[in-house]
């Protein structure tokens, strides 16, 4: 069955393109009933950058049914669009999931956003599909892990949440403090919230604003005037205000004897220097995080090469897998049905000449006997879809 992916991201169209295109759940519903009947299931990627839907078919039929979902013209899709089938749909996956399509290069959150895609549809997917997923996660992971392009931020918007985990290791237990309940600091509280972190709490000068911030991620808010007394809780404090002048100040951390990280994301700064004087507190303001974002960036695409050489031993692994299994499967169905046909007509030939006990130790022994046959003959075939692969 072709495999397509189709979209409209960033890279070729502006947001008010975009949300045309965005699946709210009313949208989501419909294109659920536009694609129930694709065999194998598909897979909805939705993020602000993007709108992606993958699937075992024909690429068109994907088309029809975003724009019946979304109410727009199909021509004004392929205008702003992409289509991508067989071997381009596939490595446009393994580029999405590993962070190369993304508008910050190796992006850490995209792998996130396409588990939470395939956590939605995985009930409805084919085992073939749960294999291309799986894969791309072990791509995903290789490249985290052997090379440096998942090391260091790469954008301000997840600056808080890589040096939180550099610094503690695990946010579960971390008590975190945002000062600001503007955008840096939602930002900063999705990410914190999806890598583990659970006693987070907001300060903010508009108190609805910190309670609406609050109730989204279901975390604490708190007056202004409790500044200085939710500091002294804190192991984590994230300042991100609109402020033109220091708000947290020496003073704010007297009497804390434990250590603190404090990370001051605004422009102007937040947080006196005189802050990272303190003995407890280690203080990390914009220019360490742009110095590191650039030096992120620069180790990133160095190692480019690499990824795309780790993606295509995933995409041959998971091919050959699919190439195996389509050559083995109906060979060994085959087999079965007809060793189940003979033993089903021997074990029915003898059954009135024996009682119940003894008819069961009957079926048990047939049954270990066709297992282990089933086995012989699945080691052949194996061997001959091996063979056949090497001549090729």
């Not at 749960?130 to 790469?154: M, N, P």
């Not at 991100?240 to 605004?266: M, R, W, Y």
């Not at 030096?295 to 091919?319: H, S």
Request: net charge negative.
């Amino acid at each position: 069955m072709r495999f397509s992916a189709i979209g409209i991201s960033h890279w070729k169209s502006e947001v008010s393109i975009r949300e045309l295109f965005y699946l709210d759940s009313h949208r989501r519903e419909l294109l659920d009933f536009h694609t129930k009947d694709i065999p194998g299931g598909v897979v909805m990627l939705d993020t602000c950058n993007r709108t992606e839907l993958y699937a075992f078919c024909d690429a068109e039929v994907l088309i029809s049914a975003l724009c019946k979902s979304t109410s727009t013209d199909r021509d004004f899709f392929k205008e702003h669009g992409y289509i991508y089938e067989e071997e381009d749909a596939y490595n446009h996956l393994y580029k999405v999931g590993t962070g190369l399509d993304s508008q910050v290069l190796g992006d850490v959150q995209i792998i996130q956003q396409v588990k939470q895609a395939y956590k939605k549809s995985k009930d409805q997917l084919s085992g073939e599909f749960h294999q291309l997923i799986q894969s791309v996660f072990r791509a995903h992971k290789r490249s985290r892990t052997e090379t440096d392009f998942g090391r260091g931020t790469a954008s301000v918007g997840f600056a808080a949440t890589q040096h939180a985990l550099d610094h503690f290791k695990n946010l579960s237990s971390v008590n975190i403090l945002l000062v600001g309940a503007g955008k840096m600091g939602k930002v900063s509280c999705k990410n914190l919230v999806s890598n583990g972190a659970e006693h987070i709490s907001v300060v903010n000068r508009t108190i609805d604003r910190a309670k609406e911030l609050a109730s989204s991620f279901d975390i604490k808010a708190h007056a202004f005037s409790e500044l200085e007394d939710e500091i002294k809780k804190a192991d984590l404090i994230i300042a991100a205000t609109g402020a033109t002048k220091p708000i947290l100040l020496p003073g704010h951390f007297k009497g804390v004897e434990k250590s603190q990280l404090v990370l001051d994301l605004s422009v102007p700064r937040n947080v006196d220097p005189a802050v990272g004087d303190l003995e407890q507190v280690t203080l990390v303001d914009m220019d360490s995080i742009h110095e590191d974002n650039q030096k992120a960036l620069e180790k990133r695409e160095k190692a480019i090469p690499k990824i795309k050489k780790i993606i295509e031993e995933e995409k041959t692994d998971f091919l050959k897998g699919v190439k195996r299994s389509r050559y083995l499967l109906p060979r060994i169905k085959e087999i079965d049905h007809r060793l189940s046909d003979i033993t089903d007509a021997e074990l029915d030939r003898v059954k009135h000449k024996m009682d119940d006990d003894s008819y069961a130790q009957m079926e048990e022994v047939t049954r270990r006997i066709k297992k282990k046959i089933m086995a012989i003959h699945i080691d052949r075939i194996d061997k001959e879809f091996e063979k056949a692969e090497n001549e090729a």
